[in-house]
Structures are given as structure tokens and as C-alpha cells.
């Protein structure tokens, strides 16, 4: 029997064995019904919380029927559905309730904080290298969900196609992290001595702004789940192809039941790329690694998840590192394999939002200039967000076709594979812009019609020691089958479960050893 026939096989045996317990155990038909609850509903209710915002799905009618029934506030409403204010008595009423399927908590969300454009190729692109013609991201624009713009800002102005605020201001932002994060993207190159080699990835892009962060940087998911349903609405209108979300909120549930996540497949599901920041969750605060520690809604599989990459100052990648901040996966719950890639994200140098918390605070992250033409350094995935985003727009300038999921494919397939940090810490590898448009380019990756939106099918090096061969060799369904014959075995992606051959199996409870522990905030 192969090892490929082994692998399948204790896999069936252990799907049968669960088939098996869940048939002898299962509830009577009559059993109560319970809605799903993310875990910090859970809390809540063990506690006997009295004001707790929930999500719910529905169109109007359905929201309101459901909050008579109960004599609940909608305390606001989403195209998807509402957040209702509650208390853990009406919480318990509500997952009883047989028209809820699953509920979730309005969670806190925060900016992902902890370039070089020639570390990743973006310069060769705008210079036309390789037979390239020049790109610049013309044509392409992308919605920047953060704290907002300071659209007075010289690298930023007459970028910035229409603006919209989910926290009830005026699209400004007085954080700072929106600001820097659409430099990255689509800055105009600085107009000092010190300054000009400072643009944006995609400089001939357009932005839309769309603030969901408040001056302190916090918001809500419900705020991030309006703006992305706006950024579907006006996607024809302002030609939006993709959403840059460097934030992220805790995983509680899983993707499937996230509101977050279902909100981020609705604009895959519309054609617009969702790229998404990791998460800086990458060590606990003595210095252990940390594992698991993505966050929402870069665990789906669907979104286009960036890790961060520290260059050491250098445009030669042999010496680039994974951030020790940056989020390793696998994911809470569901077991995905995050991040997809890493881009550059320590010390980058992009927009200062003027008179913003961060400038005020951290003066020492000032770098040059003053007003409406400084610039300022800060670290984290979010940074990495923002350098994939502006790579996807000369992708997309370069072939306006590619869908989604053939964005996701050729910006992995094409970059450089980091075997230092392994599949769950680096992803596929370092971002690589040139060879990503060179393959688009000349046809080197065709479009990935028949690939299922949670897998990806790329013959390449993934996880194999020592650049020895590791290939993909099978498919089944949302699986994803490495087979590597020199070093590892047989690794299998089945749905939620991951499994080597080893017969070692991962799930929350795993320690790897003292020195790696999972998210503490996992429990």
C-alpha cells in the first residue's frame, strides 16, 4: 500500500469512528434546538452579562420580527442584518429560537500595528523590466477600511475617490494608521531630497476611503461588515477590485459563522480581492512563539492573508526574516493554513497623518519632513497588508481579468518560499510583484477556474527541507495534497483536520513544547 493509500486510509477510519460516535451519542429528535455562539457569547452568557451587542442574520422584516418577539433594540442595522442590543437572558432566548442558526458578538476590532519596493520587485515593474510595459496600478482601485485618510497629505492628494465614515465623522483620520497604511498602496513619491525614493506599491491607483476606526484606533465588526457591504454596492462605481484590511478582531467561532469572514466572502463572491493583515500575534510577551494566533478575517480561506517580513534594511532577500510579531497559523477552529504569504513590514516609511494620535504620541517614529509632507515608520502585518494590496494592483492593471482565487494562486506560486520559517509562519513564502506580473504577463499561470475557494492547486515548493522537491499531487475537494518523497511524508489538508503520516494529528489543545504554546487567548 502507498503512503498516500495509508494516509487516505486511517483518515476514512477516523472519519468512520467519528460518523460512528456521532451516531451512538446524537440527541433525540425532539432536543431542544441551540444556536451556534462564538466563544465570547459563550462567556457572556455564563456570566449573565446585561448588555451584549449581537449579530444576526436577516433582511429587515425578518430583524425586526425577531427583535418584537423578544422586545430588543436593533441597535444597528446592516445589509446582512442588525446588531441587537441584548442581555444574557434574551441572549438564551434567542439561541433557542429555531429561525437563528448561529449568533455572534459585535466584537472590538483593532488596526494590525507592531518597504521597500525594490526588496519585492515593485520598482522593475514601474521601470517596464523583462518586457513589461510600466505599471502603476492605473485603473484599479482599492477600498482602504481603516481609520481613515488625511487626504491633505501631499503623497495622498487627489488619490482618494470618494470617502465614507462608519463611525459617524468625517472620513478623517486622527489615528494615523489609515493613513500610513494608504501611502503603502498608492503614495505619491515624496517631494524632498530625503523623500523621493518614497511611493506607493500601486502609485497610479486610486483609493477609496472607508473609515471604520475611531481616533484611538478601536472599532467595531460591525462597522467593517458595513463597509465592505458598501465597497460590494459601489464596487462598479468606483471600479473597486480590492479591499485592504489591515485590522483584525479574535477568532470565536469559526470562519463559517464569522460575520467578518461571511462579509469578506460576499467581495470575493463579487470579484474584488480581500486582502487581510495576519495579525502581530506571533510571540507572548516573555518571548515564547506563539501558533494559532491569526486573526479575523484572516483566517478564511477565501481572503488573501499577509504575514510580515522583516528585510534588516537590505533589498537582498536571502537575508530577510519572518517578523517574530507576525501571526503563525494554523487557524483557530477551523485548522486553515495561514498566512498565505509575507510581505515587508518592519520600519516602513509611508504618510504621517498630521496632528494624528500616533504622530503625537510616538515622536520618535517621525522620520522626515513636517505638516502635510511628513513621514513617519511603524511595523506590523498591517504595513504587509498594504504592500500585497498595492501589488495586486499591477496585477490587475496588467490582466483586468484575473478573479480572486487567480490573484491568490499567482501571488503564491510566485513567491519565494522561506524553508527557515516553515508553511506556518511564512506561507507560501516572501511576495515577489515582478515574477508575480512577469508570470501574468506571459501566461505562466492560467486562470484557476476549477479551484474551490478553500483550496489552492500550485505545483511548487511548499514544505519540503533543504529545497528538495515537494509537489502537489492530488486534489480532494477542499483538500490539498503535498507529496514530497525526500525528508517529509505525505501531508494532507482534509477539511478542518490536519494529519502527516506520521499519524500526528493537531488541534487546540496541542503544546509543542515549552518554548511554543498556542494564543493564549484561545484558552
Not at 180 to 187: E, K, L, P, Q, T
Not at 300 to 322: C, E, K, N, Q, Y
Amino acid at each position: 500500500m502507498t503512503a498516500t493509500a495509508k494516509v487516505l486510509s486511517r483518515l476514512v477510519l477516523r472519519i468512520g469512528a467519528l460518523a460512528l460516535v456521532v451516531a451512538v451519542t446524537a440527541a433525540p429528535g425532539y432536543a431542544q434546538h441551540r444556536a451556534r455562539l462564538s466563544a465570547d457569547l459563550a462567556d457572556h452568557l455564563a456570566f449573565g452579562s446585561q448588555s451584549i451587542d449581537v449579530i444576526v442574520h436577516g433582511d429587515a422584516a425578518q430583524v425586526d420580527a425577531v427583535a418584537a418577539r423578544y422586545n430588543l433594540v436593533v441597535a444597528r442595522r446592516l445589509k446582512s442584518g442588525a446588531v441587537l442590543r441584548v442581555n444574557a437572558g434574551q441572549l438564551d432566548a434567542l439561541g433557542k429560537d429555531t429561525d437563528i442558526d448561529h449568533l455572534s458578538g459585535d466584537l472590538p476590532i483593532r488596526s494590525s500595528m507592531a518597504i521597500t519596493n525594490v526588496a519585492i520587485g515593485a520598482d522593475q515593474v514601474w521601470a517596464g523590466a523583462d518586457d513589461l510595459p510600466s505599471l502603476t496600478g492605473r485603473g484599479v482601485t482599492v477600498a482602504v477600511i481603516d481609520s481613515g485618510i488625511d487626504t491633505r497629505h501631499l503623497a495622498l492628494r487627489n488619490r482618494v475617490l470618494a470617502s465614507v465614515d462608519f463611525t459617524g465623522g468625517d472620513g478623517n483620520d486622527r489615528f494615523g494608521h489609515g493613513t500610513h497604511v494608504a501611502g503603502i498602496i498608492a503614495g505619491q513619491a515624496g517631494r524632498g531630497v530625503d523623500t523621493r525614493g518614497v511611493q506607493g506599491v500601486a502609485a497610479g491607483a486610486f483609493l477609496v476611503n472607508l473609515r471604520v476606526l475611531g481616533d484611538d484606533g478601536s472599532g467595531t465588526v460591525s462597522s467593517v461588515v458595513e463597509a465592505i457591504d458598501w465597497a460590494i454596492e459601489h464596487r462598479a462605481q468606483y471600479d473597486i477590485r480590492v479591499i485592504n484590511l489591515s485590522i483584525g478582531a479574535p477568532v470565536l467561532q469559526p470562519y463559517r459563522d464569522d460575520p467578518l469572514c461571511e462579509a469578506a466572502e460576499r467581495a470575493v463572491a463579487a470579484g474584488i480581492v480581500v486582502v487581510a493583515s495576519a495579525g502581530n500575534a506571533g510571540r507572548t510577551t516573555d518571548g515564547r512563539l506563539v501558533f494559532g494566533g491569526v486573526t479575523s478575517p484572516g483566517n478564511d480561506p477565501s481572503v488573501l492573508t499577509v504575514g510580515a517580513v522583516d528585510t534588516h534594511g537590505t533589498a537582498i532577500r536571502s537575508d530577510d526574516t519572518v517578523a517574530p510579531f507576525s501571526s503563525r497559523g494554523p487557524t483557530r477552529y477551523d485548522m486553515v493554513i495561514k498566512p498565505d504569504v509575507v510581505a515587508p513590514g518592519t520600519r516602513i516609511v509611508s504618510a504621517e497623518a498630521e496632528g494624528s494620535y500616533l504622530s503625537t504620541a510616538f515622536p520618535d517614529r517621525h522620520v522626515t519632513g513636517a505638516g502635510r509632507a511628513a513621514y513617519m515608520q511603524l511595523s506590523g502585518t498591517s504595513m504587509s497588508a498594504g504592500v500585497v494590496s498595492g501589488t495586486v494592483a499591477l496585477l490587475l492593471e496588467e490582466k483586468s481579468r484575473l478573479k480572486p482565487v487567480d490573484v491568490r494562486v499567482v501571488v503564491q506560486l510566485t513567491s519565494t518560499f522561506m524553508p527557515a520559517a516553515g508553511l506556518l509562519t511564512g506561507g507560501a513564502g516572501m511576495l515577489n510583484a515582478l515574477a508575480a506580473v512577469v508570470s501574468v504577463r506571459h501566461g505562466a499561470v492560467r486562470q484557476a477556474t476549477n479551484i474551490a475557494s478553500e483550496s489552492i492547486a500550485v505545483s511548487k515548493v511548499l514544505f519540503a527541507p533543504s529545497g528538495q522537491a515537494g509537489r502537489v499531487s492530488r486534489i480532494l475537494g477542499h483538500s490539498i495534497v503535498w507529496d514530497s518523497s525526500n525528508g517529509w511524508e505525505i501531508f494532507v489538508l482534509w477539511g478542518t483536520s490536519i494529519a502527516w503520516d506520521t499519524s500526528i494529528v493537531w488541534d487546540t489543545s496541542i503544546v509543542l513544547d515549552t518554548s511554543i504554546v498556542w494564543d493564549t487567548s484561545i484558552g
